[in-house]
Nanobody
Framework: QLQLVESGGGLVQPGGSLRLSCVAS????????IAWFRQAPGKERAPGKG?????????????DYADSIKGRFAITRDIAKETVYLQMNSLKPEDTGVYYC?????????????????WGQGTQVTVSS
């Protein structure tokens, strides 16, 4: 069964850090592009939507899509563990939302959520004092 499972979300104070994990099973994830998306509060919680945050391609090339996260977030992967991470530093209240990882059936990245076929269930990140 093809599956992605996110973890690592939680409540953190402004300026704090979190590391999200996305574990893949049922396929060789290093063949595809994997991205993190997020949905802000008040939006319908549903995989397949949201703002593209970062992506890592089959070749390990990373792309940051959201200008607001550049210099603060970093996407990495551990092929042996079939896991993609999103390290989030200097968190701000506007980073609050549900974060999803998603697999695209191609090797290179895209910012369009409708081009990603498999989604995890999401993990909640809340930045608040």
């Amino acid at each position: 069964q093809l599956q992605l499972v996110e973890s690592g979300g939680g409540l953190v104070q402004p300026g704090g850090s979190l590391r999200l994990s996305c574990v893949a099973s049922g396929f060789s994830f290093s063949t595809y592009a994997i991205a993190w998306f997020r949905q802000a509060p008040g939006k319908e919680r549903a995989p397949g939507k949201g703002e593209a945050v970062s992506c890592i391609s089959k070749w390990g090339v990373t792309t940051d899509y959201a200008d607001s996260i550049k210099g603060r977030f970093a996407i990495t992967r551990d092929i042996a563990k079939e896991t993609v991470y999103l390290q989030m530093n200097s968190l701000k209240p506007e980073d609050t939302g549900v974060y999803y990882c998603a697999i695209r059936g191609l090797s290179y990245c895209s910012a369009r959520p409708d081009e990603y076929e498999i989604w995890g269930q999401g993990t909640q990140v809340t930045v608040s004092s």
